[in-house]
């Protein structure tokens, strides 16, 4: 089955603790992004990824990496987490970055609380 | 910059009444315009999208959205709510020279029995 797997789906942590938040896909997509998902502010992109080792920052990078060494991974990668990063994430692929023609396949979520 | 106006954070219906969820975009040039649909403990699906060929845009479940140029809306309507419609719906836009969604920020449908 096509899908995007995101793991653990709950987690809490404690301030400063490094985490990360696996995503894999098995649809052979080249692009991947991460988002964040806050009540009353919808969705906003962390980072995407056009390829293997080719990524870029997207609205709201600050305290987050990420890195892609293989296509088919795009871990999240928060070094030194804090409380305003509590969030519902989110993993997303598609077949090509062109929104119009490669529909987004997302993930079922992480749950991260930081306490 | 684009952005999206999502009216009302929750919208509530009674089961067989018309959903009629409001999507406003702010874009000089006609964007690309989606739905998306995000059911409880899941990530978001394609509901249906925007493209130039037809202003009314039909999706899965028997959504369907009209582009309104003049308004610059998107609105998403269903004629007969069902309770298996009961999910967040986020409107997003993408220019067409951009690889970029911008997501609105959400209509909660709740759908009474």
Known sequence: EAQVTQNPRYLITVTGKKLTVTCSQNMNHEYMSWYRQDPGLGLRQIYYSMNVEVTDKGDVPEGYKVSRKEKRNFPLILESPSPNQTSLYFCASSHSPSVYNSPLHFGNGTRLTVT | ?113
């Not at chain 2, 089961?15 to 403990?41: D, I, K, M, T």
């Not at chain 2, 269903?78 to 997501?103: G, N, Q, T, W």
């Open chain 2, 1 to 113: 910059a684009q952005s999206v106006t999502q009216l009302g954070s929750h919208v509530s219906v009674s089961e067989g009444a018309l959903v009629l969820l409001r999507c406003n975009y702010s874009s000089s040039v006609p964007p690309y315009l989606f739905w998306y649909v995000q059911y409880p403990n899941q990530g978001l699906q394609l509901l249906l999208k925007y493209t130039s060929a037809a202003t009314l845009v039909k999706g899965i479940n028997g959504f369907e959205a009209e582009f309104k140029k003049s308004e610059t809306s998107f609105h998403l309507t269903k004629p007969s709510a069902h309770m298996s419609d009961a999910a967040e719906y986020f409107c997003a836009v993408s220019d067409r020279s951009s690889y970029k969604l911008i997501f609105g920020s959400g209509t909660r449908l709740l759908v009474r029995p």
